[in-house]
């Protein structure tokens, strides 16, 4: 093999956000959970991961680069999935460029990753989810793994636990399996994408900085120190994943929102039960709690769920365009960007939702009414500049090919970043 050829794939990967969250580990080596969680993929046009994986006989160790900086490989977590895929790869023939690689081979060729996230890394946009996903799911057709999503994802669960979840699109769940091996961890689809396809997804942004406690050491910390966990992850989560199922399944979305609402404030609860206690959400995620919370019980039934995972970002759940429209007034009339922003940076993902809502300028913004269920009360008071943008979008598709070369990450001659 002294030949110089580069073997790549370019794979999309979606990002996913949990309604009935994970939180705990029973192994922290192989990422096995405390509780089973049920999550919405959220459509890859506008928060995905993209990877490109090559192999060449000419590279001399595994590499990574991630959003254009080298990374390194030796951490334990991207180990672990190079070896497991390593331990099923097939051969591989490429007849048009006249490559072969056989099963064994595989052990000792090297690999280059380059993956970039079209949205903040590590800001509580799950990242690592989509990321591990891809990073696995790219590989093993790279690799030639003639494994199903179910068995890929009980290895993207050792890059990242929410990661498992991220091999399907629409709704999945991750069972927690009962294994000491971890091989029933694994993540199944529920309903696909288009099963519930009214729901619309608004994400707050609230802050894109990084966070301070990890997923990892948070849930370490939870785990270690928290009387309240156990009870959520024997008592109360089991009772909730078959609510939630029978929820997604009947389309019912009054169930779904009061689901997905206590359980991020169950998981923030536990955080605050922490010791020392962990703070996720900041005013601005409580004010959003507020907004919805009045909103909803004003309708005298859920229009929006709302959760939040490990940070202050909003993920907000709309049950039909309209809701999410009457959201998105709610939204710019008590969060108006500062008045140097422009609009078309402030609602980003899918605009159409703007459209409807008939804002398109800032002027728009500030004619904004108060919504009704503040009008008796004294002027409801404004928080410019609190949420840094917007991201309307809806569940989506799993991963998936990219065959466009302009896609590519890796130099197709070289094997090195573009
Ligand atoms: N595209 C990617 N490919 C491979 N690994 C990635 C990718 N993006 C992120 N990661 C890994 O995930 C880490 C960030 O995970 P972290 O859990 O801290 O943040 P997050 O996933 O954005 O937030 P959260 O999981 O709490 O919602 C990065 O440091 C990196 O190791
Ligand atoms: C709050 C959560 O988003 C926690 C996600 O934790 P991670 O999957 O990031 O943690 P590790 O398994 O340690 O990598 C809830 C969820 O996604 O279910």
Known sequence: MAEKWVLMVTAQTPTNIAVIKYWGKRDENLILPINDSISVTLDPQHLCTTTSVAVSPAFTHDRMWLNGKEISLSGGRYQNCLRELRARASDVEDEEKGIKIAKKDWEKLHVHIASYNNFPTAAGLASSAAGFACLVFSLAKLMNVKEDHSKLSAIARQGSGSACRSLYGGFVKWIMGKEENGSDSIAVQLADEKHWGDLVIIIAVVSSRQKETSSTSGMRETVETSMLIEHRAKEVVPRRIIQMEEAIKDHDFPSFSRLACSDS???????????????????????????????????????????????????????????????LQRLLFYFPPQSDTDLSSYVIGDKSILEDAGVHNMKDIEALAAPPEVKDNTPAQKYKGDVSYFICTRPGKGPVLLNDETKELLNAETGLPN
């Not at 922490?274 to 909803?296: A, G, L, Q």
């Not at 959760?307 to 429209?325: E, Q």
């Open 265 to 327: 404030n169950q998981f923030h609860a536990v955080c605050l039960d922490t010791s020392p206690p962990i703070f996720y959400m900041n005013d601005t995620s409580h004010r959003i709690i507020s907004c919805i919370e009045k909103w909803n019980r004003f309708e005298g039934t859920p229009q929006v769920a709302y959760t939040f995972d490990a940070g202050p970002n909003a993920v907000l759940i709309a049950h039909n365009r309209n809701a999410a429209k009457l959201l």
